[in-house]
């Protein structure tokens, strides 16, 4: 990435993702690949007057030799200490940049129950701090850096200089950072557009969208009552404006968890926890997943499907323009952060409480009571494609065309 | 760095270096920029038993950037959980591993009061936890890793690559690391023959060393009475050889604090706190410095000084032969751990209770009061010379030649 590039990338993450406030404390999580890009976000952070910023590097090829070597009790644990830490940063009312630099294959091979109790006891451990990003308390925001690994399994074709200059370029025109226009300027009016979409959703305020298309996928999802759809950037609780996800192109609501019903077939591969599931589908009867099948690391979706109750139910229902910028990139980024902004996607597991009325001031209890999902975890899968049908069915039984092949008809 | 030395290097770390015992948990800390030498050491540490590895990532430019920018009260502040953080480590009988690779001009030009204060308040915080590696109640090991900058600056008249191909080369031959002999075997070799001086220092049982150079040192130490001279492999109260610094050359003592009287001319330059303090020179009288001056960084030297009473006196006397291997490749690596070992030198502030017999079942205020240094700081500098002649004075006015012409006679 060129430096000007790079800053007009870190400006994007600092001001227009997390949109850090005078005083407030920045808190980075990156991979140390991606630390030319930490230290452009520290400088401007500083320079529109935070008050510190705090960055915690993460290492793939190190958390891969612990999960290979490391005793399943070892890896389990969850010390003391980081939960303080988790407390302070929150209570110092902090916000959250995640840079994200992935190696989709990192954890390939290493045995999906070690994976699946980890990952575990950290999501217990720390859920009781969940509601400080998912309630949008404090801004958070995730962006992506590429790295070499990440670049080559994206273009497999390249050497590995042509791989890692062309997932730059890709990362960077689906963030909308180019060398002509502000960042800033881009991403206003970027959303707006997206705002607009959600609007015309919740005027129509369906009881159910219908999705069907030629992969297999027929499958009706009801929507919770009192749903918003939502897109674009968030507000926090004290008025402050962030991007929790650069890119983003989705308007996206909460499903009932009870009113799921039909067959979904993945589109895209999905990668989840440094396994890659690929060829997958889910067949739902009220509300659950009653049936799975998945071609390649069937054992890891299992797995997730296991997590807890709300794992097997669904938490958002998101919709993307076959035609948006991302998916005219044409590329699979192995990615969820990409990936989902290139195709209509569900999420298993928790909810957003942002996409009910009054969610945000509720109880998890009645969030639940009310249809909510309150699982453990969230994970994206994509199931978009270029034929893709949407049908809105309003309470009174009116059809109305949401996309027809692929696109927003509305 | 080729693959093999790098696993060689790694092994000395872990094996001689710490000495990672089974179910152990080791602590890195390391710079980003050490990150194949810490996979190395971590891959190694669970094969040979370790019950698991923690690493913390430094990184120098985050920290220049975060002392020109953040505010001091920011700078000054120790957050709870990082106490918390070192409290369970060491609950936990940890080892710890530091990996230095130093840039030593990374804070120049940053205000040395800013350094001053903000590096006091973290040694005040953490000093509860000090006596864990000054008494050997754990193992702990320090090793170098070369970086750009740093082979630079040792290299300047070299390219990129010839100048880290032989920081690398040079740190490995120092570190007594090649391609054809088992490490734990030279080294054990090595600690023999240091060992051999120290019992011969031992059995003298000076009273005061007098140290003179054509450099306009002319100095007396007199040293602790009960003292003990120490070198090579040290062991844990629990009975676990290790070694502290890889590379050691020296044979080193404690001197008495009340009784260090001349001059004393640094033969080097010393890097502080990301600062290069260079040709300076320190007058002792009754054991306190009472004028020194510099040629570079007096202010910093002035600081250094200023951080509280044991600062102005010595905590350390070592002696190094100057054809030492170190010594001989006869290169400044403007880095303590390798310049200490190409000559004599001695250590501002807090001395090692294991100097001393009885030492480590000594309290604080015991230790002090027999005449060892109590400050927060160590900081070793560089006095050593081609013409150093040391004599040794017994209590009964006895004198014997230690050093002619910089190297051991005795």
Same mark, same amino acid.
């Given at each position: 990435m060129n430096k000007q590039l790079l800053t007009e990338f870190a400006r994007l993450a600092v001001t227009v993702g997390v949109n850090v406030q005078k005083g407030q404390l920045l808190r980075i999580i990156a991979p140390i690949e991606a630390k030319d890009l930490v230290h452009e976000c520290a400088r401007i952070a500083y320079e529109v007057g935070a008050g510190d910023v705090v960055v915690d590097y993460s290492d793939d090829v190190l958390s891969r030799i612990r999960f290979e070597k490391a005793g399943l009790e070892v890896l389990k *644990?969850?010390?003391?200490?980081?939960?303080?830490?988790?407390?302070? &940063? /929150?209570?110092?009312?902090?916000?959250?940049? $995640?840079?994200?630099?992935?190696?989709?294959?990192?954890?390939? %091979?290493?045995?999906?129950?070690k994976i699946k109790e980890a990952t575990m006891a950290r999501l217990k451990a720390m859920?009781?701090?969940?509601?400080? =990003?998912?309630?949008?308390?404090?801004?958070? $925001?995730?962006?992506?850096?590429?790295?070499? =690994?990440?670049? +080559?399994?994206?273009?497999?074709?390249?050497?590995?200089? !042509?791989?890692?200059? #062309?997932?730059?370029?890709?990362? &960077? +025109?689906?963030?909308? !950072?180019?060398d002509s226009e502000d960042v800033v300027a881009v991403w206003d009016r970027h959303n707006r557009a997206v705002k607009g979409y959600a609007k015309k959703m919740n005027?129509?305020?369906?009881?159910?969208l219908h999705f069907q298309n030629s992969l297999g996928t027929d499958l009706k999802v009801g929507l919770i009552k009192d749903h918003i759809w939502e897109g674009g950037a968030d507000v926090t609780a004290g008025g402050v404006v962030f991007n929790p996800n650069i890119?983003?192109? *989705?308007?996206?609501?909460?499903?009932?968890?009870? #009113?799921?019903?039909?067959?979904? !077939?993945?589109? #895209?591969?999905?990668?989840?926890?440094?396994?890659?599931?690929? %060829?997958? *589908? &889910?067949?739902?009867?009220?509300?659950?997943?009653?049936?799975? @099948?998945?071609? @390649?690391?069937e054992e890891a979706l299992k797995n997730m499907l296991d997590t807890d109750e709300g794992a097997k139910s669904l938490g958002e229902v998101a919709l993307i323009s076959h035609d948006?910028?991302?998916?005219?990139?044409? /590329?699979?980024?192995?990615?969820?952060?990409?990936? *989902?902004?290139?195709?209509?996607?569900?999420?298993l597991g928790r909810c957003y409480p942002s996409n009910v009325r009054g969610g945000l001031e509720m109880s998890d209890e009645e969030l639940y009571a009310k249809g909510g999902n309150n699982s453990l975890i969230h994970v994206d899968f994509m199931f978009g494609s270029a034929d893709m049908e949407i049908t809105g069915v309003k309470s009174d039984g009116t059809e109305i065309k949401v996309f027809k092949n692929g696109n927003f008809v509305i």
């Open positions: *644990e969850v010390p003391q200490w980081q939960v303080d830490k988790q407390a302070y &940063l /929150i209570d110092k009312k902090c916000c959250m940049l $995640s840079i994200t630099s992935p190696d989709p294959d990192v954890l390939d %091979g290493i045995d999906p129950q859920k009781q701090f969940q509601y400080y =990003t998912t309630n949008n308390i404090g801004q958070w $925001s995730i962006v992506a850096y590429p790295n070499l =690994t990440w670049a +080559k399994k994206v273009f497999p074709n390249d050497n590995e200089e !042509v791989a890692l200059n #062309k997932l730059a370029e890709a990362i &960077l +025109k689906a963030s909308r !950072v180019n005027d129509f305020n369906f009881d159910y890119p983003t192109e *989705e308007v996206f609501t909460m499903p009932d968890r009870h #009113k799921i019903s039909g067959r979904v !077939v993945a589109s #895209k591969p999905l990668s989840y926890n440094g396994n890659l599931i690929d %060829g997958f *589908e &889910l067949t739902f009867d009220g509300g659950e997943v009653v049936s799975f @099948k998945a071609a @390649k690391n948006s910028p991302i998916s005219n990139l044409n /590329i699979l980024f192995y990615n969820t952060l990409f990936d *989902e902004n290139a195709s209509c996607h569900l999420a």
